[in-house]
């Protein structure tokens, strides 16, 4: 990993900025518009900033929102890079690395899902408690620099249990039911067969998406604290009968728009030093 492309990025976004982020956010499918609830914000497209990979799909916003959002400072990914995109895990990370870089000391990151777990329910929201790397890759591969981290970083307490707790407890205030699970991250584009499914619910897994597992170990090799929320959109596929598709996870990640507004908001509000 490039730091000196880090530090220009992050150079060039800090001269834009009107605080320092404590808090970065990743926002994912149809989660977005927690960003559009921050205030004063500053907007940076990536496109405009140096080093940042371009954008492949149409559709997806693809901006760094930085502001306060519930008197907290914040800097919000509203679209992230995907690998099933064709970006490499490096370019899948680099903004984690440029937000840690302007400061931020913890990252929340979100993102729809399918449900693996049969007790779950479509528009459920899940606490990442652990995650499964099922991707194939890792984008800590290669030279360690050890100006960001350790060659082997621990993975035993990533998800950090203060977060999981202060979350649990932001839902218990709010009268929300929410579950607690392993979040699977596949590489896609494909959905995976009832098969697969199958198979990952052996292995543990509560929910799977294409996404998190990335950023989520390079901030844990940056030291970053992680809190992860799934928006479970859809069961997994041979649960229901019935095939999978993207309008359908777009479509409940919109029904619970409102709850996931509702905790993110609070869990940030009093999130625990
Ligand atoms: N599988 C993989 N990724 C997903 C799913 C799914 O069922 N739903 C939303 N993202």
New binding site residues.
Partial sequence: MDLTAIKEASKYIKEQLNGTPEIGLILGSGLGVLADKIENPVTLPYKNLPHFPESTVSGHKGQLVAGVLEGKQVIAMQGRFHYYEGYSMQQVTFPVRVMKELGIDSLIVTN???GINKAYDPGDLMIITDHINNMGDNPLLGPNNDQLGERFPDMSQVYEQVYINHAANCAEKLGMSVQKGVYVG?T?PT??TPAEINMLRTFGGDA???STVPEVIVAAHAGLRVLGISCI??M??GILDQP?THDE?IETTEKVREDFLRFVKEIIRTLPN
Avoid: D, Q
Wanted: hydrophobic share 50%.
């Fill in positions: 729809a899902a399918g596949n896609g959905y995976e799977v998406g294409m959109s859809n997994a596929a999978l996870v």
